[in-house]
Nanobody, 125 residues
Framework: QVQLVESGGGSVQAGGSLRLSCATS????????VGWFRQAPGKEREGVAT???????VYADTVKGRFSVYRDNAKNTVYLEMNSLKPEDTAMYFC???????????????????WGQGTQVTVSS
């Protein structure tokens, strides 16, 4: 059973930075596709960034150039580095894990079967 625990959320002013962590257990993180998603009040959950078990990471257009996803295999942890934050980035952020994920499905909620509880990110203007 794969378990995911997010941390690192908080409140920051626009233009600031945060780094989210997703600690995984129940398998080796490098064998899985791990994605970051977010959900704002009243909105659907959306894919932000995904790091596959091999190949290049995938980013939503809204975060390209500002967010970076990477993993530390020794710690079985995936990180989401968020820079130049905007008020519209405010949301609950979730990490999720799957087996191999085709690139075209890497930001789809339905691709992922394991989810963490989320960590809140609030960006003020």
């Amino acid at each position: 059973q794969v378990q995911l625990v997010e941390s690192g959320g908080g409140s920051v002013q626009a233009g600031g930075s945060l780094r989210l962590s997703c600690a995984t257990s129940g398998g080796h993180v490098w064998t899985r596709c791990v994605g970051w998603f977010r959900q704002a009040p009243g909105k659907e959950r959306e894919g932000v960034a995904t790091i596959p078990s091999y190949g290049m990471s995938v980013y939503a257009d809204t975060v390209k150039g500002r967010f970076s996803v990477y993993r530390d295999n020794a710690k079985n942890t995936v990180y989401l580095e968020m820079n130049s934050l905007k008020p519209e980035d405010t949301a609950m952020y979730f990490c999720a894990a799957a087996g191999p994920c085709p690139r075209e499905d890497a930001l789809r909620v339905a691709t992922f079967g394991y989810w963490g509880q989320g960590t809140q990110v609030t960006v003020s203007s």
